[in-house]
């Protein structure tokens, strides 16, 4: 079966860095979409990135020119860089693959 382990996730000072690793397993990582969203208190879940199989990427707005999405499939590992880290970044930060099989979260905190 699918299997997402997220890691990563910590305390963090606002402008500081983080950088979210997601170990998959059950199935062939190379041909799946992978993503990350997140979710805030109080707020929905929303996609922040993507990556196709060959790696294109989109971005949501929101984190585009701090935040950079990659791949290992070698490793069956989906990376997120986070920089220059906001208050309003801070969520539980959630691995997806397919758009359809999720990891437990980690949670990410901004905050001095």
């Known amino acids: 079966q699918v299997q997402l382990v997220e890691s990563g996730g910590g305390l963090v000072q606002p402008g500081g860095s983080l950088r979210l690793s997601c170990a998959a397993s059950?199935?062939?990582?190379?041909?799946?979409?992978m993503s990350w969203y997140r979710q805030a208190p109080g707020k929905e879940r929303e996609l922040v990135a993507v990556?196709?199989?060959?790696?294109?990427?989109n971005y949501a707005d929101s984190i585009k020119g701090r935040f950079i999405i990659s791949r290992d499939d070698a490793k069956n590992t989906v990376y997120l860089q986070m920089n220059s880290l906001k208050p309003e970044d801070t969520a539980v930060y959630y691995c997806?693959?397919?758009?359809?099989?999720w990891g437990q979260g980690t949670q990410v905190t901004v905050s001095s």
């Open positions: 990556i196709r199989r060959g790696g294109s990427t």
């Open positions: 997806c693959a397919g758009y359809a099989s």
């Open positions: 059950g199935f062939t990582f190379s041909t799946y979409t």
